[in-house]
């Protein structure tokens, strides 16, 4: 494996090297689908690179954003410290300036820098909106083959311990007063409504997982394989229907061209605020947005090329309410900069040298899911992250999910940045009323005299509701169907993760995912990555 990173002379050199190669596949992206798909496809021999535009972040991959008390280990390793990372110096490193939401530009993408909370999907979240061929029944192999490398636990300390559990007590007590039951999220993944859980995480060997840690090792070992760092994908080099290379730029703005092999193939994995740029910037999309790309002095095909597809229609996130409640209990937050200056010896200790204790666990002590029905028929989901955030006061991250019917639209800016042309949140009646039922229903559960709860910050229904913020989990701005975009239909990708009107196109991210998942979006990211990886592979053109 070769690994470029642009910096210094050698680097320089490889850089040379792998832009005057040609591939058998170039998979644009390293966040979690780029990852997967580009070691499946060099584990079918393959000639595979894969571009990335940020940096690595771990030790191994190249970061020196390491801790004080452990050099081999960045603050992105450590589970227990994932709520301090965004108040870190590497943050704004990581995180793309280009996109109207947060997105991340590191290697592993938003499963570097997220709370690790890891949701099996549930069967309906295939089984409403995907196509044939791509239900439950179909895909329930390719999440068989992610859960035998990444499967998340919720039991990650060594010891077999849960540690910093009076959050779960408090909450576990309330909900199961209300006839609710507690599950495992991971062992019975359809079970989202009134239910509780401990949380599913996204951690492996008492370190951060992903795909970082479970895929790219495995690409790294063979020859086939290349993987650069800090290369940004301007746009497709088309001939006509083909894809023949890509333009991209390194960190010091120095652009070049790297070719396909004859009967190569590109991959889109660059995210759904981002793989949509480099399909407008490559003449696919609607004709607005290309000539958008056009004013920002990119090259275009021939007009006569231009393929009319609803890149950027369709796009869906989670809406997030935020409930704050004091529950008069002593338990608080992790003291997350004792750990990060040292000083807090006896959590390091312990994880250091057992891999135990609560650097083990993730931000949140408890995931809850529920569902409702508003006056249009439509089942809409519900997750509810809990995590402390000062002594005894809990936050809920309250996710509107699977079930929303409100979509928005993703464009392009005159400097190259994606934007929101419509907001995805909150458009339609159904949706308002939907989470207005069941705000309030929380809101009267957790204010009842029994209780001895108090709601703090946003204190009633509408201030709850007015608390909107983004899920970050995009989706659909490349959407997946059998209703070919050209011809008026709605997807910009067929059932083979194909571009409509281009021969060796596809997408492997979550542009493509037709619907929303009940719950947090990386695990099922991952899952549409192994099944995209198979139906490209499968594929002759």
Known sequence: MRLVSLSGLTALTLAMKAAASTYDYIVVGGGPAGIITAERLSEANKKVLLLERGSGPTVATGSNHTLTWDDSLTPIDVPGLSSAVGGLDLWNEYICDDTPGYSACVLGGGVTVNYMVFVHPAAHDFNDKWPRGWKWKDVAPAAKRLYKRNSGT??????????????????????????????????????????????????????????????????????????????????????????????????????????????????????????????????????????????????????????????????????????VVNTGETWGPLDTASVLNGTSTTNINLYEDKASGVLTQGRHRMIYFSSNVASDGITRYYQGSCAASAQGVVTITQYMTHGLTSTGVLGLSEDGSTVFEQSPYLQTAGDVEAATSFIQGMVDNITDASTGFKLQTYTNTSAILGSLTSGIHYTGTAKMGTDDGRKGGSSVVDTNAKVYGMDNLFISDASIHPDLPTGNSQTIVMVVAEMAAAKILAYKS
């Open 154 to 323: 919720t039991l990650p300390s060594e010891d077999g311990q849960r540690y910093d559990q009076g959050l779960y007590s408090t909450l576990s007590g309330f909900f199961s007063k209300l006839g609710w039951k507690s599950v495992d999220m991971i062992k019975q993944p359809n079970e989202k409504h009134e239910v509780y859980s401990y949380p599913s995480w996204n951690i492996k060997d008492s370190l951060r997982a992903g795909p970082v840690r479970t895929y790219l090792p495995l690409a790294e070992e063979r020859d086939n394989f290349t993987l650069r760092l800090q290369t940004k994908v301007i746009r497709l080099v088309r001939s006509g229907s083909k894809v023949t290379g890509v333009e991209v730029e390194n960190s010091a703005g120095v652009r070049e061209i790297i070719k396909l092999a004859k009967s190569g193939r590109v991959v889109l994995s660059a995210g759904a605020l981002s793989t949509p740029r480099v399909l407008f910037n490559s003449g696919i999309g609607p004709k607005a947005q290309i000539q958008t790309a056009k004013k920002t002095g990119v090259t275009l095909p021939p007009k006569k090329d231009w393929i009319e597809l609803p890149v950027g229609k369709n796009l869906k996130d989670h809406p997030i309410f935020s409930i």
